[in-house]
């Protein structure tokens, strides 16, 4: 202490050990940046050419035909490498351009690499081609704001996550006014082309804007981006063109290392359930990696639960000659009763512990909640085009929100026709928490999405768990199981015979490892009746402390932490797969865009084999959109790719539920999959998803 202070804070501050850990750049870092991902074969050639297949096909939707006719006819591009071209082709390649990047939507990791790949291959071929980055996504292109990137800021972001070189947002392109700026931006930056990396719906705008911008002559190339891993592209046929978006391995990686570190805090002071939403607005596939790469004792598939069918109740309607739609899909109910046998069958082999994952889409799969959902945003895109008025900011309380249905509901009692939200649908969301019921009335996005990642669903489920759970513990049907073992050491040791008591106590006291407090003991006070009752305490006489203490033992308590695992694995730095996947989307990108190609999103296909089958392609966007209805109206749209639950991945996870829920005597069967890195030799090639999927895909 005497030896600091007679050192002085600014000699402190200029000590090089000092200066050293606290830079902002450190090692890792350091050798992060320097990483060179590998290219795929095509792009160790000088020039790429497109060579077009008719080997995939698409059912066209004939709205898309109708809207995008310019590019509806695009076919899926294979990209070749060359080592020489005819000069035509050589000069029209390797013409300087000026292309324009966007990020759009929420952070993917790897997205730096698709730009260090674009510049990289740009540069290469023309040091002259100029590349810009819009500033806070779209709204970069509507308001004209651009960076012009440069050999630093590339270098700096090299094998970084997150979009912070040129932020991102979620502005969608959908009125005139909005496409007329965007073409005079394009047109003032004399762009040649245009890239757009986004999800489902920011690929939907690119179509759009390919469309739209053909005649001035401006390309327009998409990037499947997001950590939901709901863009994956098939053909007709059920070819997989695009395995997986990017970002995803990633996230689902470190959710997966997070809750890796739950699962052994869980099993080591076995005291609390964890309870792990984790990102994904509809689908579950972040969940379902999860579920793979750690062993969590529960996840829940939200398409699995829309697929639920109770067999008991489709019975008795066969026998009773009819149909009985609420035997078809999960009820918030039903499925909390799901969850709290497991918990019960965990705590009986003394396990009162434990990990559950739930995606963060998941009510989206539960039917009543499913109604609310499609029922409010009906009614606020109704009432937004009836008033003019935007819903939201006309009703700002909760209170005034409610009041709006509760009047709707009394006049679907006046006017029969009216069936859009009546007194039952007033009566159900009354029933519901406020919390919820707020969640629920939410403002949409731009895109019309339900801002799932805003809304604690995960306290919805277990409001109604905690309740059922109470229910159990008073009808003496949710109880610790007390190691036989220990039971018999705790009375010998205080002098009682446990052979006396054991029969008393417990309802399998014969040759099971983990013994259960008969149900009708749910007290000390019922303990003690049962004790008198076998003349083995005397009335008025105190518990043996032994007994009474293995009793106290046996009376569970659900205690929980709830996680939310999003924006953190969304901004965690890619994974050696997600580094190389991307780096060679931007090398795909610069192959399209300088072999002409408009209406197409960069992939590569084969991404489940080895690196060295990669292969880059282009895919038609248009062919892959669809309507769809949004903020209540039919739109054109790319379809989101949902779990399939007959994928091999899922059956994989189905067959191993019993096992993971580990509700047996013994050890639970935990996976490590330990710290995200990008070297070395024992870091994972891609997602198991992928892994899984492949050994079923035609062509694996
Ligand atoms: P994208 O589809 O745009 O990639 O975003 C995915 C996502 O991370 C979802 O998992 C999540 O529900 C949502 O974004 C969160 O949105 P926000 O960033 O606006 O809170």
Redesign the pocket.
């Known amino acids: 202490m005497s030896r600091n202070q007679a050192i002085s804070l600014q000699d402190i501050l200029n000590h090089p050990q000092v200066k050293k850990v606290t830079e902002d750049v450190n090692a890792e870092l350091v050798e992060r940046m320097k990483y060179k991902p590998p290219r795929c074969e095509v792009f160790a050639h000088p020039h790429t050419v497109l060579e077009e297949t008719d080997q995939y096909r698409f059912e066209l939707d004939p709205e898309a035909e109708k809207q995008l006719p310019n590019i509806i006819g695009n076919r899926v591009q294979l990209v070749r490498g060359r080592d020489a071209v005819d000069d035509a082709v050589a000069r029209q390649y390797g013409r300087p351009r000026n292309i324009g990047i966007v990020f ?3 952070p ?1 990791p790897g997205g730096h690499n698709v730009i260090a790949g674009l510049y990289d291959a740009a540069k290469k071929v023309n040091p002259a081609t100029r590349i810009f980055g819009f500033l806070v996504g779209p709204d970069g292109i509507v308001e004209n704001e651009t960076v012009e990137l440069n050999d630093e800021m590339v270098d700096r972001y090299r094998n970084l996550g997150g979009f912070t070189m040129i932020k991102t947002g ?1 502005t969608k392109i959908d009125t005139r006014e909005k496409m007329s700026l965007s073409r005079e931006t394009c047109r003032s930056l004399q762009l040649d082309a245009l890239v757009v990396v ?5 690929n939907t705008n690119a179509a759009f804007l390919a469309q739209e911008l053909i005649a001035d002559g401006i390309q327009i190339i998409g990037v499947p ?4 891993g709901d863009i994956q592209v098939r053909d007709a046929a059920g070819h997989v063109l695009c395995a997986m978006s990017f ?1 995803f391995h990633t996230a689902a990686r470190a959710f997966a290392g997070a809750i890796s570190n739950l699962c052994t805090d869980s099993s080591s002071d076995i005291k609390y359930w964890h309870i792990c939403k984790v ?3 509809v689908a579950s596939h972040l969940a379902l990696e999860v579920a793979l790469q750690t062993h969590a004792n529960m996840t829940l598939i939200g398409e699995d639960l829309a697929d639920y069918v109770d067999e008991e109740r489709q019975k008795q309607a066969e026998i009773d000659g009819g149909i009985d739609y609420h035997a078809f899909g999960m009820t918030l109910r039903h499925l909390s009763r799901i969850i709290c046998e497991a918990i019960v069958r965990r705590a009986a082999v003394g396990k009162n512990y434990g990990v559950i994952v739930i995606p ?2 998941v009510l989206e799969f539960i039917n009543e909640i499913q109604v609310f959902i499609l029922k409010l945003n009906t009614i606020i895109a109704d009432f937004n085009q009836t008033h003019d008025r935007d819903f939201h900011s006309f009703f700002p309380r909760l209170e005034d929100k409610l009041e709006y249905l509760r009047r709707l509901a009394q006049r679907s009692r006046e006017d029969s026709a009216f069936k859009l939200w009546n007194a039952r649908d007033d009566d159900l969301f009354n029933d519901i928490p406020a919390f919820f019921q707020e969640g629920l009335l939410m403002e949409r ?1 731009s895109h019309g999405n339900f ?4 809304v604690e669903t995960e306290k919805v489920l277990l409001g109604l768990v905690q309740d059922y759970l109470n229910i159990l513990k008073e009808e003496g049907k949710f109880k610790v199981g007390i190691r036989k073992d220990y039971y018999r050491k705790t009375l010998e040791r205080a002098g009682l015979d446990p052979d006396r008591y054991g029969p008393v106590l417990f309802g399998n006291y014969s040759d099971n490892e983990f013994l259960l407090v008969k149900p009708g003991i749910i007290s000390v006070k019922t303990l003690a009746q049962a004790l008198q009752k076998e003349k083995l305490m005397a009335d008025g006489d105190r518990l043996p402390a032994a007994v009474e203490n293995i009793f106290k033992k046996s009376m569970p308590s659900f205690k929980t932490q709830n996680h939310f695992y ?2 953190d694995g ?1 901004g965690n730095d890619p994974t050696r797969f997600d580094c190389i996947y991307t780096y060679n989307l931007g090398l795909t990108v610069f192959s399209l865009i300088a072999n002409g190609a408009t209406g197409q999103m960069a992939a590569i296909k084969n991404l489940d084999m080895d690196f060295g089958r990669w292969e880059p392609i282009g895919i038609p966007i248009a062919p892959l959109m669809h309507l769809e209805e949004r903020k209540s109206k039919l739109a054109l749209v790319i379809e989101k790719s949902i779990v399939d639950v007959q994928s091999i991945a899922f059956q994989v996870l189905k067959a191993h539920r019993e096992k993971w829920l580990a509700a047996v005597p013994g050890d639970d069967h935990f996976r490590r999959p330990g710290p995200i890195r990008f070297t070395g030799n024992s870091e994972e090639e891609r997602p198991i998803t992928l892994e899984l999927n492949a050994i079923g895909n035609s062509e694996g």
Do not use: C, L, V
């Open positions: 759009s939507g929420g993917a979620r986004g999800g489902d719906d920011s981006k997001t950590i939901d970002g990102m994904g607005r963060e889409g996005d801002p799932f990642s805003q999003g924006y969304r």
